[in-house]
């Protein structure tokens, strides 16, 4: 029983988010004015990283919920299709995790102010949008996620943009440009990326009603059209630095724009070469280089800051 709750939770998924809110506080321990160390400063962060962990993780339960007509299609095995897990248990899963999440997002106050009495509560209410958006992707009369590209939109602002500003807020304020702009960056890559789930689930995704941009466009049109999110959003690196948003290490920020624009030139390379791949390969290579391409970019982006 416990492996199928595991199974639901996707754990495999929670990786990103919990080093994306990490990634977020290490940038703002390194941004002018940059913070005097002190191990406290990590208790914030570490708090955030267990609730976008456990956040991720309901909203994964919450999709499969109202995804079971689709999945007993595009993914049989998981517990719901499968019967491992009835749509109550599924309920109970969901709704314990979003309320942990929660707490766990009010308890996210910056440092010296360690109490949730006299702290900032920015933290809080970024998880509060985020969670409206997790909301209205899945559930009718909403379901953004049979909308075309509102789907990828209601995924890139949580997941993406403010993710990474409320990594932020656990160390410094919410209110100026900088953690914006760098949430910008990364709700942009995800607005094209998360696409690259859709093209081997479009049987499935058809038969749910999900017009996803493979089912509305073409496979081949659609590859085209989410190429500029894997290249454009990492240019805005070097930009940020040279105007003088970004106050990370020039150099270090200067290299990894020009890495993470490489990258994506190649999972673009990779997607273009033979499109008609992306629908046939369960799990294409380009889904799994958008995971790898997070990863360099928060541990680049925390590396920019702190070194």
Not at 243 to 272: K, P
């Amino acid at each position: 029983m416990t492996r199928d709750y595991v199974d639901l939770a996707r754990p495999f998924t929670l990786v990103a988010p919990a080093l994306g809110f990490i990634s977020g506080a290490l940038t703002a321990v390194g941004a002018a004015p940059r913070e005097t160390w002190d191990a406290s400063l990590l208790v914030a962060p570490l708090i955030g990283s267990a609730m976008a962990a456990l956040l991720n993780a309901g909203n994964n339960a919450l999709n499969q919920i109202y995804d079971l007509e689709i999945d007993r299609v595009n993914k049989p095995k998981r517990p719901l299709p499968s019967g491992r897990l009835s749509i109550a248990q599924a309920w109970v899963f969901t709704h314990v995790t979003y309320v942990l999440a929660l707490v766990l997002a009010w308890l996210v106050v910056p440092w010296p102010a360690l109490s949730v009495s006299t702290g900032r509560h920015e933290c809080f209410w970024l998880v509060a949008i985020a969670v409206v958006c997790t909301y209205i992707y899945s559930v009718p009369p909403f379901r953004t996620k049979r909308l075309g590209i509102w789907a990828n939109v209601t995924i890139a602002i949580p997941r993406g943009m403010l993710l990474k500003v409320a990594g932020w807020s656990s160390v410094k304020t919410i209110v100026g440009v900088e953690p914006w702009y760098i949430g910008a960056i990364f709700g942009l890559f995800l607005l094209g990326a998360t696409t690259t789930k859709d093209f081997a689930d479009m049987e499935g995704d058809r038969r749910g009603g999900c017009r996803t941009l493979p089912i509305q466009f073409g496979v081949r049109r659609a590859a085209w059209m989410i190429s500029p999110s894997f290249v454009v959003p990492f240019l805005m690196i070097p930009l940020g630095a040279w105007l003088g948003v970004l106050t990370g290490s020039f150099w270090w920020l200067q290299a990894l724009g020009v890495v993470m624009t490489l990258y994506g030139v190649y999972v673009c390379y990779l997607m273009l070469r033979r499109p008609e791949d992306l629908a046939v390969e369960e799990n294409h290579v380009s889904w799994a280089h958008m995971y790898r391409m997070m990863f360099v970019a928060q541990i680049g982006f925390a590396m920019a800051y702190l070194l």
